[in-house]
């Protein structure tokens, strides 16, 4: 059974939840910074998309860098609604955690089991 990625499980996790957000956009850009409602749709459902499918291609490493791009058009956003320059940083914040935090992970765990195969040989 093959080991699952820590990173890729944070990450996934964190485009999933991002996804909700980005989602809710939609609405408050129709409403409250008077986005013509087509334009609305294509950002904020577009992102939403965007961030599950990226989390479902996170087996590649090209997933990733999608990942930053979505970071940044999250707070990119903000000058339609203010508030995502503060939760795109936030979400930012947490995708930069998850992806450093399980990169360590993996490689602390690789070490780890190469340690146990070195002494398990002798």
């Known amino acids: 059974m ?9 990450c996934a996790a964190i485009l999933s939840l991002e996804a909700v957000v980005l989602g809710l956009t ?28 990226v989390a479902g291609m996170l087996r ?6 999608a990942g930053w791009v979505i970071q940044v058009a999250a707070i990119g956003l ?3 609604v203010t508030m995502m320059f503060v939760l795109g940083s936030i979400f930012a914040l ?6 450093f935090l399980g990169r360590k992970i993996e490689r602390e765990r690789a070490e780890a089991y190469a340690a146990y ?6």
């Open 2 to 10: 093959a080991e699952r990625s820590p990173k890729r499980g944070m």
């Open 26 to 53: 939609t609405p408050v850009m129709i409403n409250l910074a008077d986005v013509p409602w087509r334009t609305a749709l294509v950002v904020g459902l577009g992102l939403c998309v965007a961030c599950l499918l």
């Open 60 to 65: 590649s490493e090209a997933a990733y860098v």
């Open 78 to 80: 903000g000058f339609v």
């Open 94 to 99: 947490l995708w930069g955690t998850a992806y």
């Open 117 to 122: 195969d070195a002494e398990q040989a002798h």
